[in-house]
């Protein structure tokens, strides 16, 4: 019912910089919050950052001072902006939507694809 696109992902040296953004389309009533979570194999998935539809927002203490989040609500999209790489922020990042679909419906988790970041030298 959405489809979260996501870009921007790649390799980068410690000390740089990646900007990840996350398109939303489909059956879209109104987005709650939007974020970016990420993901390492054999371990869970963790919250990197979060925003609400009125821009209050949310970071993990490890990213903070360091990553942004923005969005743009008229174009239902998202962006992290994301400096000072360490190699421990390599994994696969992931857009969230909290999302109602319809003007009577509840608020429904949706998932992009991922997008890999590896942060290496």
């Known amino acids: 019912q959405v489809q979260l696109v996501e870009s921007g992902g790649g390799l980068v040296q410690p000390g740089g910089s990646l900007r990840l953004s996350c398109a939303a389309s489909?059956?879209?009533?109104?987005?709650?919050?939007m974020g970016w979570y990420r993901q390492n194999p054999g371990k869970e998935r963790e919250l990197v950052a979060q925003?609400?539809?009125?821009?209050?927002?949310t970071y993990a203490d490890s990213v903070k001072g360091r990553f942004a989040i923005s969005r743009d609500n008229a174009k239902n999209t998202a962006s992290l902006q994301m400096n000072n790489l360490k190699p421990e922020d390599t994994a696969v990042y992931y857009c969230?939507?909290?999302?109602?679909?319809?003007?009577?419906?509840?608020?429904?988790?949706?998932w992009g694809q991922g997008t890999q970041v590896t942060v290496s030298s």
């Open positions: 925003i609400s539809r009125l821009g209050t927002t």
């Open positions: 489909g059956t879209i009533y109104r987005i709650d919050a």
């Open positions: 969230n939507t909290r999302t109602q679909h319809f003007s009577n419906s509840i608020l429904q988790d949706d």
